[in-house]
């Protein structure tokens, strides 16, 4: 497409007039010229209206909220202390989340008991984790998504550090496919089926704040609590924005900012949900969460408020729930139903005009879903070529306020209260004009194709008269762009002819000296065995006993002790890494291991290890350590890019320097993952009773560990 027209531009006055929303933006501030000291400088009207697609960030200040806020400070001059109970506008402070909570719960898919509004969203999780995250030493592991919002991150880590255990053990990350932007509703329900015996907790969001994702959550809820997984959610870019249903989908908790899709301004009070059938959890109190009848008494004594409100700490901002009440009251002239419709609508509307402009949509690509279903009312453009940058600075003078996430993401979400179709119809435009402007800044000169044009130029008439009619190869003119782009891909196809190469011939080196490492491995194997022999020979020839040198290696697994372990032992059962029944290390034997093990010897079994049972157990039941993640180790490539600097570049270099406790056994220990074993061939009552009490299978079985091995491995 070209000219800067679009087709569609006459839907825009259209759409706006059969808009039953439309009315609600008189609701709303919205921001104009010049809007920054940089857009000072742009040729833009002065005191014109900017075009904000900014709302998934801030949401605009509704222009009930100002009298709201004065009417507090009225009462706060004129009465003091006595606002709290006396309120001229029945809005008591010593009650103000009440005028809050209810329609807050109405936009959420909740009963008023189970919305309360308090703190932060950081604050806020932290808090609920602390309710809900109560990890065993079997079920304690966290389910999130690989590229969680920051702070999310931080707060699930700490959580778990806080519990004393290993984050890169105990929280699984989710990824998208390769080659994908967000990920499938099926792989998070197969890694909640894989890891289902260990996890205790999932915290998602409802909507991805980078990609502008909507999660499945009621599939993905009903599908967790099916295997008495805890599920809370992260609604910060879904409340307001999406229908939501927390209520009937079951949800355990969740918690949300308001100063986004709910309008209630920079660092706007939070909420939070907990479902009514986990209103008695255990949780850290404060005296706002106290029952309001008895609060004052001071007894020292928690009678919680039933529900959410028992969760709450201190009394809340008073202008911070007047803010988000000034919103609310926006939202109750419509349904949240209707909100979604004309946002399915509007979103739908500016995809559509995106697509349909080929020549500047080449150079980003929108990695948030089609399916009006998967998304919210943010769409994500990921750029090419390193213009976001310049892109997003045209557009801020050209009075387009949307923002950026590193990397390379501009997001634009047409909020559904206040903006119009022909807000996003402008959008379009000027991102046109600000793409064509970028790229062509980026190659020097201005104009898209402009390099095209650029033809040989004939020096002469001479040589225009005496140009035969058929032209020549020489003379047939080709486009410089062309020229370059063809001998780019020569260049490029050349290369990688030759990376290729390259490739093929490392890894036929690398092969042989693996290959060459391996015999050297075996040959030391049997000149230690030889060795053994000759001894054991050359002390029975003398008429002496031979005896073995003290084993330095040692394999320990856990077989016994899930709760009411003491404290000591507890913590070293976490330092070895045995935090479950049948999980097994190899340990090398020093005197401080060797009392660890002696301290611990109730709940676990070990012994030397022989060459074989090292060999088939990380054959067989080997995983690595590799970016905090569990990856099987069926690739030598997958070790040597962890442990090469050790010079291990192989299983065989691995088996050998565990089983011979090599100078970089821990390193190579640390790598291996925990195994997790399955159960003693024999079914339970064999395994509980015959070998652990009757045959006493706990303690230092020396070289019968190998029989144990080869029953659970």
Known sequence: MSGGTFPLAQNAPELDSRDRLRHLRDEFHIPKYPISQETRQTDETPGQQAIYLCGNSLGLQPKGTRALLLEELDVWADQGVYGHHNHPNSRPWIDIDACVSEETAKIVGALRSEVAVMGTLTSNLHFLMAAFYRPTDVKYKVIVEDKAFPSDYYAIESQVLWHGLDPSDAIISISPRPGKHTIDTRDILQVIEDNREFTSMILLPGVQYYTGQMFEMERITKFAKSHDIVVGWDLAHAVGNVELSLHDWQVDFAAWCSYKYLNSGPGGIAGIFIHEARSNQGRLTGWWGHDQAS??????????????????????????????????????????????????????????????????????????????????????????????DAVFRKLELAGVIVDKRDPDVIRVAPAPLYN??????????????????????????????????????????????????????????????????????????????????????????????????????????????????????????????????????????????????????????????????????????????????????????????????????????????????????????????????????????????????????????????????????????????????????????????????????
């Open 295 to 388: 609060r004052f008494k001071m007894e020292n004594k928690f009678v919680a408020i039933p529900g959410a409100g028992g969760f709450q700490h201190s009394n809340p901002s008073v202008m911070a729930a007047v803010c988000l009440l000034g919103s609310l009251r926006v939202f109750a002239k419509t349904t949240i139903k209707a909100i979604r419709e004309k946002s399915v609508r509007l979103t739908g509307y500016m995809e559509e005009l995106l697509l349909a402009d080929e020549e500047t949509g080449r150079f980003y690509e929108i990695i948030t879903p089609g399916n009006p279903s998967e998304r919210g009312a943010q769409l994500s453009l990921l750029f090419k070529d390193g213009i976001m």
């Open 420 to 713: 119009s179709y022909e807000d996003v119809f402008k959008f379009s435009q000027k991102l046109r004009e600000a793409i064509l402007e970028a790229s062509s800044e980026q190659v020097g000169h201005r104009g898209l194709g402009a390099a095209n044009k650029q033809y040989r130029v004939i020096q002469s008439i001479d040589e225009l008269t005496t140009m035969p009619t058929v032209p020549t190869s020489e003379q047939i003119l080709v486009p410089e762009t062309l020229l370059k782009k063809r001998k780019s891909a020569e260049k490029q196809t050349e290369e990688r002819l030759s990376a290729l190469k390259q490739r093929k011939v490392a890894s036929k080196a690398k092969r042989e000296t693996i290959f060459k490492r391996a015999e050297a491995h075996v040959k030391e194997y049997r000149d230690a065995e030889r060795e053994k022999i000759r001894l054991a020979r050359s002390a029975k020839q003398d008429s002496s006993f031979y005896v073995p040198a003290q084993p330095k290696l040692a394999f320990v697994i856990r077989i016994k002790g899930i709760n009411k372990i003491a404290p000591k032992p507890r913590k070293i059962l976490q330092l070895l890494r045995l935090l479950q029944i049948n999980n097994a290390v190899f340990i090398k034997l020093t005197k401080a291991t060797s009392e660890m093990l002696r301290i611990v010897e109730p709940y676990i079994a070990y012994g030397e290890p022989n060459l074989k049972s090292v060999r088939e157990l990380i054959y067989k039941r080997g995983y690595g350590k590799i970016n905090k993640q569990r990856i099987p180790l069926t690739d030598n490539s997958l070790i040597e890019s962890t442990l090469n600097q050790y010079g291990i570049l192989s299983i065989e270099d691995l088996i050998h320097e565990i089983y011979t406790v090599g100078p970089n056994f821990k390193q190579a220990s640390n790598f291996l993952w925990p195994f997790k074993l399955s159960n003693p061939t024999g079914g339970f009552r064999t395994r509980k009773f015959k070998h652990y009490i009757e045959g006493g299978d706990t303690g230092d079985r020396e070289s019968y560990i190998n029989q144990l091995i080869r029953q659970m491995n």
